[in-house]
């Protein structure tokens, strides 16, 4: 079993929908959760991060925390094309920081 | 600021060769962190400093890799001899106290 898992898309939604990313993750001790964004081409650029149960809102970005489940999730409303690109999710479980990368789920955002 | 800094963008070699990537850590950072990236396996980390001192190396993948710290505003990734299985983009990040980690541009390697 993968450490976190995506599901790698593409997922497709229509200009002004909401795209609905998920992600699960093995390690209960789990503490720390960032969403990542990355261009074709470019770095991760961190877009969102979590630390407790519930919702985390920025903007058009909604983060949502579920330890009990091992699950998160990243909400994207009014979908714009440049919201097009590949989400990561990354979870940060034991000491010294070690943070452990999803292989990503790629977004079109069909205008 | 000016975020972490990463030389050369494009580094094209001949198997056998040696290569060096740098990185510059954004000022006041702590902690450092090497990744690879692939179509094929995704975002790996490959070794990863606290205060210049390596933590976890277990990601590289073989002896032909080789980090250093030396100070807290440097540090470098070596591959020798290089093989065409390298190729890649290889990432550095920097974080402070561990959390948000905030990545360079990246270097593109070809091993021809």
């Known amino acids: 079993q993968k450490e976190v898992e995506q599901n790698s898309g593409p997922l497709s939604v229509p200009e002004g929908a909401i795209a609905s990313l998920n992600c699960t993750y093995s390690?209960?001790?789990?503490?720390?959760f960032f969403w990542y964004r990355q261009y074709s081409g470019k770095s991760p650029e961190l877009i969102m991060s979590i630390y407790s149960n519930g919702d985390k809102e920025d903007g058009r970005f909604t983060a949502q925390l579920n330890k009990a489940s091992q699950y998160v999730s990243l909400l994207i409303r009014d979908s714009q094309p440049s919201d097009s690109a590949t989400y990561l999710c990354a979870v940060l479980s034991g000491g010294y920081q070690k943070v452990t990368f999803g292989t990503g789920t790629k977004l079109q955002v069909i205008p | 600021d000016a975020g972490v800094i990463q030389s050369p963008r494009h580094e094209v070699t001949e198997m056998g060769q040696e290569v060096t990537l740098r990185c510059k850590p954004i000022?006041?950072?702590?902690?450092l962190f090497w990744y690879r990236q692939t179509m094929m396996r995704g975002l790996e980390l490959l070794i990863y400093f606290n205060n210049n001192v390596p933590i976890d190396d277990s990601g590289m993948p073989e002896d032909r890799f080789s980090a250093k710290m030396p100070n807290a505003s440097f540090s470098t990734l070596k591959i020798q001899p290089s093989e065409p299985r390298d190729s890649a983009v290889y990432f550095c990040?920097?974080?402070?106290?561990?959390?948000?980690?905030?990545f360079g541009p990246g270097t593109r390697l070809t091993v021809t």
């Open positions: 000022s006041g950072h702590n902690s």
């Open positions: 390690d209960r001790g789990s503490q720390s």
């Open positions: 990040a920097s974080s402070s106290q561990g959390y948000e980690q905030y």
